[in-house]
Nanobody
Framework: QVHVVESGGGLVQAGGSLRLSCAAS????????GAWYRQALGKKRELVAIIFVGGGTSYPDSVRDRFTISRDNAKKTVYLQMNSLKPEDTAVYYC?????????WGQGIQVTVSS
């Protein structure tokens, strides 16, 4: 079994920064893909960043140039650096780890950006 735990969320003023961490543990030897999603109140869950096994990344236009996803293979951890935060970035952020063909989700962490 693989456990995924997010950390680093909280309350920040508009224009500020936060760094989310996503640590995988248990029966996992390596992370194939890591992704961050978010779900705002009353909205569908959306992908905000993904990092592939080779290190390539992809972002939607809404966060490109503000968010950066990275990974530490030794620590089995994926990060999301969020800069220039906006009130519309307020949401519950979820991490998804893909390993050996299976997806594992974290429980989610709240990010609130005040105006």
């Amino acid at each position: 079994q693989v456990h995924v735990v997010e950390s680093g969320g909280g309350l920040v003023q508009a224009g500020g920064s936060l760094r989310l961490s996503c640590a995988a543990s248990g029966s996992i030897s390596s992370i194939d893909r890591g992704a961050w999603y978010r779900q705002a109140l009353g909205k569908k869950r959306e992908l905000v960043a993904i990092i592939f096994v080779g290190g390539g990344t992809s972002y939607p236009d809404s966060v490109r140039d503000r968010f950066t996803i990275s990974r530490d293979n030794a620590k089995k951890t994926v990060y999301l650096q969020m800069n220039s935060l906006k009130p519309e970035d307020t949401a519950v952020y979820y991490c998804k780890i893909t390993t050996s063909g299976a997806d594992y989700w974290g429980q989610g962490i709240q990010v609130t950006v005040s105006s």
